[in-house]
Structure formats: C-alpha cells, structure tokens
C-alpha cells in the first residue's frame, strides 16, 4: 500500500540559512511526489511535483525538492529561508490507478528572524 | 480564474442539525474531492468524485454524512444530523487530470455546539 511519512512535527530555521523538509514514501511502481503548503486559515497550495525525468524538481517560491529513489525520499529544500515561508508543509504521493493523493501528517515550518 | 469556491467559509451550528457544505470546482476540472482536517487526525479525504461520479467514499465516516454532485460544477457534503465531533475544517479540492496537482478551496470552518 502506498503511504508517505514526515519524520518531524517541527522545523527550525533562521532567516537566511537553507532549509530541508523531509519526506519519504512507500509505492508500487513509479510514484508521482507532491508538496504543497498551507499558511494559517486558508486552503493548501501546490508547490511541486515529481513525475518523471530531472530528479531536482523547481517550484514556486523558490522551493525545490529532490527525488531520491534508492532512499525512497523526496526532501523539500530552500537556500535561503524566509520569515514568510513559515508554514505547514504536506508532502503527497499519488495511488496508482486512481486521482486519491495520500497526505503526511505535515510538517511546521517555523523560520526565525 | 477564480479557483475553487466553497461556501459557507464558516459554520456555527447545534448538535442535531443539518449542515451543508458547497463547493464549486475549477471549470474543466472533471476530479472533485472532499478533506476534512482536524488537530487530531490531520488530512482525511471523505470522498471524491470523477466525472461527477462518487469514485470512493471509503473515508466517508459513517451514514451521517452524504456527497452528491448533481453537475461538472457543485457539489454538495451534507452532515445530518450533525454531532460535536464533527467540527473541523472541510475542504473541496479540484483536479484535471488524473494524479494530477490538486487545487484547494479556501476551506469551510465547522463548529457544531
């Protein structure tokens, strides 16, 4: 079956220094990875994905995310880290055959000034 | 593009009566999901629809609840009658294609007294 975890509740991080938020999976065949966040009272947002092709994936806000298959991860990354970017972040990987994304638990961004 | 569209944002309402949550998916968008988020238990996907058919309502928690989507562009998540534990936060999400990027709505806030 296909399941995603996040190993950590919480992140820390100055402004400025880089950031990674860490995500790992278990599927059946070639998975399709996501990340989105979500800023306090409001929906969650796409960030990336990962398909197929480059396994360093760009995406908004300067978020990248590198897909790793021997280590079935798929880290979300950032060199520089701002304030703003304080969030709670959700890594999802696809079900094979059907639209279902399956969510972690969320990881909580918090980044110091 | 206005996005997906849920109404009401929020929803204050006693033990024992119905509530009906709508959503308005991205036109063109043919995947239709419904979330509910909670401290507790996180992301749960209730139900979602393909083509305006329910695919798998296996995350629908009990009778009490029901979702219909009468046409490509609304949707209904009703709860009746509706009891404390059901407040949380629900959201309808919308996609293209399938394992596609999902689109959230801005989430309804559910109180039940």
């Known amino acids: 079956a296909q399941s995603v975890a996040q190993p950590e509740d919480q992140v820390n991080v100055a402004e400025g220094n880089p950031l990674t938020v860490k995500c790992t999976y278990s599927?059946?065949?070639?998975?399709?990875l996501f990340w989105y966040v979500q800023y306090p009272n409001r929906g969650l947002q796409f960030l990336l994905k990962y398909i197929t092709g480059d396994n360093l994936v760009k995406g908004s806000y300067g978020f990248e995310a590198e897909f790793n298959k021997s280590q079935t991860s798929f880290h979300l990354k950032k060199p520089s880290a701002l304030v703003s970017d304080s969030a709670l972040y959700f890594c999802?990987?696809?079900?094979?055959?059907?639209?279902?994304?399956?969510f972690g638990t969320g990881t909580r961004l918090q980044v110091f000034p | 593009d206005a996005g997906v569209i849920q109404s009401p944002r929020h929803e204050v309402t006693e033990m024992g009566q119905e509530v009906t949550l709508r959503c308005k998916p991205i036109?063109?968008?043919?995947?239709l999901f419904w979330y509910r988020q909670t401290m507790m238990r996180g992301l749960e996907l209730l139900i979602y629809?393909?083509?305006?058919?329910?695919?798998?309502d296996s995350g629908m928690p009990e009778d009490r609840f029901s979702a219909k989507m009468p046409n490509a562009s609304f949707s209904t998540l009703k709860i009746q009658p509706s009891e404390p534990r059901d407040s949380a936060v629900y959201f309808c999400?919308?996609?293209?294609?399938?394992?596609?990027?999902?689109?959230f709505g801005p989430g309804t806030r559910l109180t039940v007294l």
């Open positions: 999802a990987v696809s079900v094979i055959n059907t639209d279902k994304l399956i």
């Open positions: 999400a919308s996609s293209f294609q399938p394992g596609g990027e999902q689109f």
């Open positions: 599927v059946s065949g070639n998975p399709y």
């Open positions: 629809f393909n083509n305006n058919v329910p695919i798998d």
């Open positions: 036109s063109g968008h043919n995947s």
